[in-house]
C-alpha cells in the first residue's frame, strides 16, 4: 500500500490555506518539524502554530476504534459491524424516503483524495446532492463571487502578486493572525520597498494593522457601500481602463448606475462611520496605484451580503483592468488547508466535481458519463445552515459528519444539538473521540490524522501539494476515503475499488480534462497534465499550480490573455445594492457582536489546544468591549460577562484590547464544551444566511453583555483532569505537565471540598491555608514530593500568576524552600512576572518586552529579538511587538 515510512518527509501544513511546506522528522515522541525551504509557498517560513505541530501529535484523546452508541454507552467495536450498521441505515432510509433522507456534512480539511470519493459516493451513487461542507461557513461567498464575475470559480493571482504590489488592502481579513507566513511576505516586501502601501479594512484595530499605512475601521457590515463608492470614484477620476472594460467585460453600466447612489464622499463616509479624509485618502490611493491586490476573507464571505460584498471589490478590479497580470488583482484568501481541494471536487451542495454545475443537465451528464454513474443527483441538495434545519425537520434522517465540529461551528449552534439528537443515525468520522459533535454519535469512526494519512491539498493560489505519511497509523485509524469506499462496496456501488490513493487523484485529474475542449464543456479548471501518474510518480510530485494542461507547466496567474470563463469569454460586472446585516442591534440587544479567531489557535481546538506552548497566548475566553460599553452594560475589565442573543449565551472575561470601537463586541470562536462550561460562541451566533451563497453572518448578531455574578475567583493546576461539573463557570487550558482550569464560583468551598475536588485522600500530603475574613483558601496537593495540584481562590480576581506555579510541574520533588512558598503563589526572590505570553516560541511575556523597551531604549522588533528573544524564531508575534513598541 502506502510508501515506507521514511527518516524525513516533505509535506504541507494542515491548518490554513496559505500551505506551507514541512519537513516533517519522526522522533520518540512526535516530530521535528521545520519550514520546507523548497516549497514555493513559503520557502521555508512556518509560523506558531505550524512549528507547534511535533506538539500535538500524541494519542492521547484520539479515536482509536470504531464505536457503536447503545442505550446511551458507546460500546468499541469493528470497522465491519460499524459499516455494517451504518450500510443498512442508510439503504433502509433510502429505499423508505429516498436519497434525500441521507445526508453528508464534510470539510475543507479533508484531502482532495477524501474529498472526491464523498462527493462520488453521495452526487453519483446515492443519488442524492445532500453533502455540504464547513466550506460553506467560510469560502462559499468568494465560490458564488467568482462565479458571477469570471464564469468559474476561479483565484485569478498567487502569492507573489503580494510583493510585486504597490497597494495591498486586507479586507475584513487579520492576515497577521490568519495567514501569517504569507503576511511576513508583505512585511518583508514593504520593508524592501517602502514606498508600497498597506491598507486595512476592519472594524476592529487588528494586529494586522500594526503594518498598515491607513486603517479604515468601518462599520460592521457596510464594505458594498465603501467599494460602490469606490467603483464610482473610480470612473468619475478617469482611473478606468476603457480598452479593457470594452473588449473583456460586460454589465458595466448596471454596476455604476447602483454604484454612483454612492457618490458622495460624506455619504460613504457617514454610512461607514469612517473618517472622510481616510475614505478619500484610501480612494486616491487605490486610484493612482495600477499594482493593486486587494485581497479578503471572512470579513467579507461571512455576511448577509458576502457575495456582493465580493462582487463590489472585484468590480473595481475590473473597471481599471487590474487583473491577471503580476502585482494585482482581487484576492479570495482561504480559510481551510483544502478549501481549493473541495471546490475542484464540487464539495459544495450545489456544485459538481471539476468546476460543474449540478443545476446544469449538460453538466450533470458529462460527470454521470464520465463516473459511469447509476443515479446522479439531479438537483443542488441543502446547504449547512438548511441541511441541519432539515434534519431537526426530521426531513433527513441519516447524516455522516466527517472532518468538522459543526454543534461548535455552526450558528445557532443549539439547534444544531437538537437536530442532532432527533436525527435516526449519526455518523461522526474524527481523530479525536471527545469532540461536542462526537457525543451525538451512534457511530464513531477513527480517522487517520496528519502526519499519517496522505493525499493532495490545493492552497489558496492554487498549488497542489502532497500530505505525506511520516507516523505509523494507531489503532484501527483509517484514512476517510477508506471508510467511505468500504461503504460503497457494502451498498453494492461499483467504482470504489481504487488501487490506493494515487489512484484516486488519478480520477479527479482525468475527469477535469473530459470533455474540457471548445465546443464541448470548456473549463479552466484543469489537471489532467498530472493524469496517468503511478504510485512512484504521485510520491514524488512537487508543488504545481493549476490549471495544468497535458505537456503544460503549471499557471502562476489566470486571465493573462483577458479570456474569463463565461461562454463569450467576457467578465460580469455585478450590480451590487447595498443592505444592512439583516438582524439589527435593538434596545434589547444593543451591541454587535463579531466573531473571528485567535493568533495560536486552531477552529475548534481538537489540535491546537493539545500545545501547552499555544496555550499561554490567549488562556481564557474572552469578550472584547469598549470601556464605554463595558460601563454601560454594568461589566468590569477582567470579571465575568454572560453574551447573550436571542439564540443563546456564553460566558467570558471581559476585556479591553483597544482596537474595538463603540458599539460592537468580539468573541474568538476557538472555545467549545470540553475547554469551557459555557464558551461555545456558535450558540449565540444567528443563523442569517447570504441569499446566494447560503454563508452564514457569523460577524453580526446583535447581542447584550450582562455581568455574570460570582462569589469567589480562583484557578486549579492539577496533573489529572477534574470534574467540575458543579462549578459556575470553568475554562480549560493545557499547560506543560499540567492542566490549567480558570474558575469563577457561586457556592462557597471550604478546605473539605478542595481536598474533595482535587483528590486529596485521608493521609495525602496536603498543605493549605485559608483566610475567612478575606474570602480566600489557597491549597496543594502533594505525591511522592512533587507537586500534584494546587487550588487558588479569592473573592477578587487578582490571584497569583500561573507562570512560576506552573513551572513547579516539571520538578521531580519540591525543594523545601518551593514548599514553604508555594502557597504564596511565587518564588522567594522570583524575578518580575512575564505578563501574558506575546511570543510562544520562547515564551516571553507581555510584561517582560515592556520593561527591556524602557531600560534599553528600544526602537524596533529587532532590538527586541536581539534583547529577550521574542520574535526570533517564527515572526508570528512581530506584529504585537511592534504594537508594544507603538504603544509606549
Ligand atoms: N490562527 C488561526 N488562523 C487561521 C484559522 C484559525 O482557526 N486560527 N482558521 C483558518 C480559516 S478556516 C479561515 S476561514 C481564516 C479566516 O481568516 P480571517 O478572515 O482573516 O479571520 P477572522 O478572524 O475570521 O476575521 C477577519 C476579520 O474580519 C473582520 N470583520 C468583521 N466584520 C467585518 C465587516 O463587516 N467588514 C470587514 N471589512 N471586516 C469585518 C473581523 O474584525 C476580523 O478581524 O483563517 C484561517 N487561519
Ligand atoms: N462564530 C463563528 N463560527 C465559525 C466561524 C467564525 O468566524 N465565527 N468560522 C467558520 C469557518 S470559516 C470554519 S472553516 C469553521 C471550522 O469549524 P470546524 O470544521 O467545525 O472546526 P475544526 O475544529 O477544524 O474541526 C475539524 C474536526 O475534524 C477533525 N479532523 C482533523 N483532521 C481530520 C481528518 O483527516 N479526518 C477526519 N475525519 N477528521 C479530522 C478534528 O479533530 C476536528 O474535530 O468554523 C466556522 N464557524
Ligand atoms: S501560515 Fe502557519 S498555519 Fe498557515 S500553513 Fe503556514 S505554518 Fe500552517
Ligand atoms: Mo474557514
Not at 426530521?394 to 468538522?404: D, E, L, R, S, Y
Not at 498549488?463 to 489503532?475: V, Y
Not at 472584547?624 to 465575568?640: I, K
Not at 486529596?760 to 495540584?789: F, P
Request: charged share 25%.
Amino acid at each position: 500500500m502506502g510508501a515506507p515510512i521514511v527518516a524525513s518527509v516533505r509535506t504541507t501544513c494542515p491548518y490554513c490555506g496559505v500551505g506551507c511546506g514541512i519537513r516533517a522528522t519522526p522522533t520518540v515522541d512526535g516530530a521535528l518539524i521545520e519550514g520546507d525551504p523548497e516549497h514555493m509557498a513559503s520557502r521555508g517560513r512556518l509560523c506558531v502554530k505550524g512549528s507547534a505541530l511535533g506538539e500535538t501529535l500524541g494519542l492521547d484523546g484520539r479515536l482509536l476504534t470504531p464505536a457503536i452508541r447503545e442505550g446511551g454507552r458507546l460500546r468499541s467495536t469493528s470497522w465491519g459491524e460499524a459499516l455494517d450498521r451504518v450500510a443498512s441505515s442508510f439503504a433502509s432510509i433510502i429505499a423508505e424516503h429516498g436519497p434525500d433522507a441521507v445526508a453528508m456534512y464534510v470539510s475543507g480539511q479533508l484531502l482532495t483524495e477524501d474529498y472526491y470519493v464523498a462527493n462520488k459516493f453521495m452526487k453519483g451513487f446515492v443519488g442524492s446532492a445532500n453533502i455540504d461542507t464547513n466550506s460553506r461557513l467560510c469560502m462559499s461567498s468568494a465560490v458564488a463571487g467568482h462565479k458571477r464575475a469570471f464564469g468559474e470559480d476561479l483565484v485569478p493571482g498567487c502569492y507573489e502578486d503580494f510583493e510585486l504590489a504597490d497597494l495591498v488592502v486586507l479586507v475584513g481579513a487579520n492576515t497577521a493572525w490568519c495567514h501569517p507566513t504569507l503576511f511576513q511576505r508583505i512585511a518583508k516586501a514593504k520593508e524592501a520597498r517602502p514606498g508600497m502601501r498597506i491598507v486595512a479594512i476592519d472594524p476592529r484595530r487588528t494586529a494586522t494593522c500594526e503594518l498598515a499605512d491607513l486603517h479604515l475601521p468601518l462599520k460592521a457590515g457596510t464594505d458594498v457601500w465603501l467599494f460602490n463608492g469606490l467603483l464610482s470614484y473610480l470612473a468619475r477620476s478617469g482611473a478606468a481602463d476603457k480598452a479593457f472594460v470594452a473588449a473583456h467585460t460586460a454589465g458595466l453600466e448596471a454596476a455604476l448606475l447602483e454604484a454612483d447612489r454612492c457618490d458622495s464622499i460624506e455619504f460613504v463616509a457617514r454610512t461607514c462611520g469612517v473618517d472622510p479624509r481616510l475614505l478619500v485618502e484610501f480612494y486616491e490611493m487605490f486610484a493612482a496605484t495600477t499594482r493593486v491586490v486587494t485581497a479578503f476573507s471572512q470579513g467579507v464571505n461571512q455576511s448577509s451580503s458576502g457575495t456582493d460584498k465580493v462582487n463590489s471589490i472585484i468590480n473595481c478590479h475590473l473597471l481599471t483592468g487590474r487583473i491577471g497580470r503580476p502585482g494585482m488583482g482581487p484576492f479570495s484568501l482561504t480559510g481551510q488547508p483544502n478549501a481549493m481541494g473541495g471546490r475542484e471536487v464540487g464539495g459544495l451542495a450545489n456544485m459538481l466535481a471539476s468546476h460543474l454545475d449540478l443545476d446544469q443537465p449538460a453538466h450533470r451528464e458529462v460527470v454521470r458519463s464520465f463516473w459511469d454513474a447509476p443515479r446522479m443527483a439531479d438537483k443542488p441538495g441543502l446547504k449547512a445552515v438548511d441541511l441541519f434545519r432539515a434534519i431537526e425537520e426530521g426531513k433527513v434522517k441519516a447524516v455522516w459528519i466527517m472532518a468538522t465540529n459543526p454543534v461548535v461551528s455552526l450558528p445557532d449552534a443549539d439547534q444544531v444539538k437538537r437536530a442532532l439528537e432527533r436525527c435516526e443515525l449519526v455518523v461522526v468520522s474524527d481523530m479525536t473521540a471527545g469532540t461536542d459533535t462526537a457525543a451525538f454519535g451512534d457511530v464513531l469512526l477513527p480517522a487517520l490524522g496528519w502526519g499519517e494519512k496522505e493525499g493532495t491539498v490545493t492552497n489558496s493560489e492554487r498549488c497542489i501539494s502532497r500530505q505525506r505519511r511520516f507516523l505509523p497509523a494507531p489503532g484501527e485509524a483509517k484514512s476517510d476515503w477508506q471508510a467511505i469506499c468500504e461503504l460503497a462496496r457494502r451498498m453494492g456501488f461499483a467504482g470504489f475499488d481504487y488501487s490506493g490513493v494515487h489512484a484516486i487523484f488519478d480520477e479527479h485529474a482525468r475527469l477535469s480534462g473530459w470533455r474540457n475542449r471548445e465546443g464541448e464543456l470548456p473549463r479552466q479548471f484543469r489537471i489532467d497534465g498530472l493524469a496517468g501518474m503511478d504510485r512512484a510518480a504521485y510520491d514524488a510530485l512537487e508543488p504545481v499550480q493549476w490549471p495544468l494542461a497535458p505537456g503544460r507547466e503549471g499557471t502562476r496567474r489566470l486571465f493573462a490573455d483577458g479570456r474569463f470563463a463565461h461562454a463569450d469569454g467576457r467578465a460580469r460586472f455585478v450590480a451590487t445594492a447595498p443592505r444592512a446585516p439583516a438582524n439589527a442591534v435593538s434596545g434589547e440587544f444593543p451591541l454587535a457582536l463579531n466573531t473571528g479567531r485567535l493568533r495560536d489557535q486552531w477552529h475548534t481546538m481538537t489540535r491546537t489546544g493539545k500545545s501547552p506552548r499555544l496555550a499561554g497566548h490567549a488562556p481564557e475566553p474572552f469578550v472584547d468591549l469598549h470601556p464605554h460599553d463595558a460601563l454601560t452594560s454594568g461589566v468590569r475589565e477582567g470579571e465575568l460577562a454572560r453574551v447573550s442573543s436571542r439564540w443563546g449565551a456564553i460566558v467570558a472575561r471581559v476585556a479591553h484590547s483597544g482596537g474595538i470601537a463603540r458599539g460592537a463586541a468580539f468573541v474568538p470562536i476557538h472555545w467549545n464544551g470540553q475547554t469551557a462550561s459555557d464558551a461555545r460562541v456558535g450558540a449565540v451566533v444567528n443563523p442569517d444566511v447570504d441569499p446566494v451563497s447560503g454563508e452564514p453572518e457569523f460577524k453580526h448578531t446583535p447581542v447584550r453583555v450582562e455581568p455574570f455574578g460570582v462569589s469567589w475567583h480562583g484557578f486549579i493546576l492539577s496533573r489529572q483532569e477534574l470534574d467540575l461539573d458543579r462549578i459556575a463557570n470553568w475554562t480549560r487550558v493545557r499547560g506543560a505537565g499540567f492542566v490549567r482550569y480558570e474558575l469563577g464560583g457561586r457556592d462557597p468551598v471550604s478546605p473539605e471540598q478542595a481536598r474533595a475536588l482535587l483528590g486529596a485522600g485521608e493521609d495525602a500530603d496536603w498543605i493549605e491555608y485559608e483566610d475567612r475574613a478575606e474570602g480566600m483558601l489557597r491549597c496543594a496537593l502533594l505525591v511522592d514530593g512533587r507537586l500534584q495540584a494546587c487550588l487558588f481562590l479569592s473573592r477578587r480576581p487578582d490571584l497569583p500568576a500561573r507562570a512560576w506555579l506552573g513551572g513547579l510541574f516539571a520538578e521531580a520533588e519540591l525543594s523545601a524552600k518551593d514548599r514553604a512558598t508555594l502557597l504564596a503563589g511565587r518564588a522567594p526572590r522570583q524575578g518580575l512576572d512575564p505578563g501574558p505570553i506575546v511570543c510562544s516560541c520562547f515564551g516571553v511575556g507581555r510584561d517582560t518586552i515592556c520593561r527591556a523597551i524602557a531600560e534599553h531604549g528600544l526602537t524596533d522588533s529587532a532590538g527586541v529579538t536581539a534583547c529577550v528573544r521574542a520574535g526570533g524564531n517564527c515572526g508570528s508575534c512581530l506584529p504585537e511587538i511592534r504594537q508594544l513598541l507603538g504603544t509606549r
